[in-house]
């Protein structure tokens, strides 16, 4: 079975978003598509699954083209993995699980003992049985991610598309879930998965298509296209901040190999959180190992700190005036807003991965939306975690006044959708571009100490003339960056353009 997309032309609408994709993947390969956020790899999925019309080209599977067929029929051949997934109300995860058979079940049916049966074997496939009696919104991330494979494999489909499988979830459940990815392709299956992570291109060996700008520029075997000359141009501030990462050892690029762990002669092993068993082994070579993980500011100072602490006096010292930095702007911030009354904070509406993708309770986006003056609809709303859907009607129920994008396309789709034109912000033109520069600012990465400034600014702009972001960044990344940011670099960040 060969799936084929030949000069793929992908968007919303009348705005074209990705032009001129060609990739194809078979049964028992990988095909990663790899790329920054914002580069179009969302939309592309959505146009082969159906739920975005193809503007251009042809999408072929085993010789047909699939442009005209029902969602149905689409829905029997290839299956769908999102990047999270959190249902209305508490079904257990078999329930979940059977929703897979829908396309193969008639109007108002319910599932047989046959679908049933798949569904169990599924998750037999992925040895996460033993969860099927468990209310699927009370697992963890990682096993969540592996119930939405095993729904996708319910549907029994040639080929598997996979939106970022990994989206959110710590180290640990990172390597879970692609372990189980390569194993479904020993299998035979065929499997097309976004990453923006190029190390995940080597625990999933196979075919890598390289995509910057809204295209694809390289595709091939993953050490010919994962490559620094590459890698610099997908990811322009890769070599920026740190060029001497060139030369940094790499003593196995898959899998941890204990033996080649063991030649390279490690001071100390740093890992995310989730990785226990490869703790207890590497502990017993006598190699110590250090235990990371963030998800809120507090355990992101506390990371940096520890980080500091274990590489030496100069870096303690430069942990600790980070977090010192970090506190300040926090702290410069709050001193006014957390006098701001209930009826003058202002009500934010965050678009994530689309327009109707966001984060709500349990995500740095309310930290930095409540701490700068604002409501995070979203939360307010009972949405939790990050990257959830919501449905049109809830946003324009919500009528935010202000709108943050992560992703630039994800502006101009809101603009060009009628359905958000009487939505206040949209009005009014108040959508802001997150600033985007190591990372994206709203994220979790070092970029966050500034986030907090930028989104005060843009609340509150009279509380807050005072603030010079042109000058914060500036400052920031000499001070922790030791980098030089040219103006033209200082609008790439504050305007980004993808």
């Known amino acids: 079975m060969k799936l084929e997309i030949k000069n793929a032309i992908c968007g919303y609408g009348s705005k074209t978003v990705i032009k001129g994709i060609s990739v194809k993947v078979k049964s028992g390969e990988i095909l990663c598509l790899l790329g920054p956020n914002g580069v179009g790899k969302t939309t592309f999925f959505k146009t082969i699954l159906g739920f975005l019309k193809l503007q251009g080209g042809e999408i072929i599977l085993d010789g047909e083209n699939i442009r005209n067929w029902s969602k149905k029929r689409l829905a029997k051949a290839i299956g769908y993995v999102p990047q999270a997934h959190t249902p209305p ?7 979940v699980v059977i929703m897979g058979r829908s396309a193969h079940l008639g109007t108002f049916a319910s599932p047989s003992k046959n679908d049933v049966a798949i569904a169990e074997e599924s998750l037999e496939t992925l040895g996460i049985s033993f969860l099927k009696n468990k209310i699927y919104t009370e697992i963890s ?121 063991i030649k390279s002669k490690p001071d100390v092993v740093v890992l995310w959180s989730g990785k226990e068993e490869l703790q207890k082994k590497i502990e017993k070579l006598g190699i110590p190992v250090i235990i990371i993980y963030y998800d809120t500011p507090e355990e992101l100072k506390k990371s940096v700190t520890l980080m500091g602490n274990l590489l030496g006096d100069k870096e303690t010292k430069k942990a600790a005036e980070f977090c010192s930095y970090y506190d300040s702007n926090i702290k410069r911030i709050t001193e006014k807003t957390s006098s701001i009354s209930a009826d003058n904070k202002v009500k934010v509406y965050y678009s994530a991965e689309s327009p109707l993708s966001t984060d709500g309770n349990n995500s740095i986006v309310t930290s930095w939306i409540e701490m700068s003056g604002g409501i995070n609809l979203a939360a307010q709303n009972g949405i ?67 986030q907090v400034l930028w989104a005060a600014k843009i609340l509150h702009p009279d509380m807050f003339e005072d603030i010079d972001m042109n000058k914060e960044v500036k400052e920031f990344y000499k ?13 790439d960040i504050m305007n980004p353009k993808k």
């Not at 109300?89 to 329930?95: A, H, I, N, Q, R």
């Not at 095993?150 to 029994?156: C, H, I, K, M």
């Not at 520069?437 to 100490?449: I, L, Q």
């Open 141 to 261: 991330g990682g096993e969540r991610q592996m119930v939405l494979i095993a729904r996708a494999l319910t549907q029994q489909p040639h080929i598997l598309i996979m939106d970022e499988p990994t989206s959110n979830l710590d180290f640990g459940n990172q390597i879970r879930v692609l372990e189980r990815i390569n194993s479904l392709v020993k299998k035979g299956m065929g499997v097309i998965m976004t990453t923006h992570f190029p190390d995940h291109t080597f625990l999933c060996p196979s075919k890598v298509a390289l995509m910057q700008k809204n295209n694809i520029f390289n595709v091939g075997d993953v050490n010919d296209v994962v490559t620094e000359e590459n890698l610099k141009s997908a990811y322009p501030w890769y070599m920026k901040i740190y060029p001497k990462i060139k030369t940094v050892s790499v003593p196995f690029d898959k899998e941890v190999n204990i033996e080649e762990l």
């Open 384 to 450: 939790t975690g990050m990257s959830q859907n919501v449905p049109m009607e809830d946003v324009v129920k919500w009528n935010p006044d202000v709108i943050v994008v992560r992703d630039a396309p994800n502006k101009d789709a809101i603009l060009k959708d009628v359905r958000f034109k009487d939505i206040n912000a949209v009005k009014n033109n108040k959508i802001y571009i997150n600033p985007k520069g190591v990372n994206v600012w709203c994220a979790r990465s070092g970029d966050e100490a500034l």
């Open 89 to 95: 109300f508490p079904f257990s995860v078999l329930d």
């Open 479 to 491: 001070t922790y960056y030791s980098y030089d940011v040219s103006n033209e670099e200082l609008e």
